[in-house]
C-alpha cells in the first residue's frame, strides 16, 4: 500500500514545548521527515514549505499568524 511520508516544519525553538514534545520527539517517534529552521522567519518558512513538500506545520497562533500574512503579501 502507498504510504504518506509526512514533512513536519520545526519553526519553534526547541527548548519551548512544542518544538521539543510537539515536533522533534513526535516526528520521531512517527518517523517523520524533519525541516528544520535555525531561526522564525515567516518569508523562509514558506520558501521551506514549497521547496521541502511540508505537510505539517505546528506552531503557536503567532506563528501560524505570521505564516498566513506572509503568504498574503507574497
Same mark, same amino acid.
Given at each position: 500500500p502507498?504510504v ?10 526547541l527548548f519551548?514545548?512544542?518544538g ?8 520521531i517517534?512517527?518517523?517523520?521527515h524533519?525541516?528544520?529552521m535555525k ?9 521551506l514549505?514549497?521547496k521541502n513538500?511540508v505537510?505539517?506545520?505546528s %506552531?503557536?497562533?503567532t506563528?501560524?499568524g505570521?505564516?498566513v500574512?506572509? %503568504?498574503?503579501?507574497k
Open positions: 502507498y504518506v511520508q509526512h514533512k513536519v516544519l520545526c519553526g519553534v525553538p519551548h514545548a512544542i521539543s514534545y510537539v515536533v522533534l520527539l513526535a516526528g517517534r512517527m518517523l517523520r524533519l525541516v528544520m531561526k522564525w522567519d515567516a518569508y523562509r518558512a514558506l520558501d514549505i514549497e513538500g505537510t505539517i506545520v %506552531a503557536p497562533p506563528m501560524t505570521d505564516l500574512r506572509a %503568504a498574503q503579501t
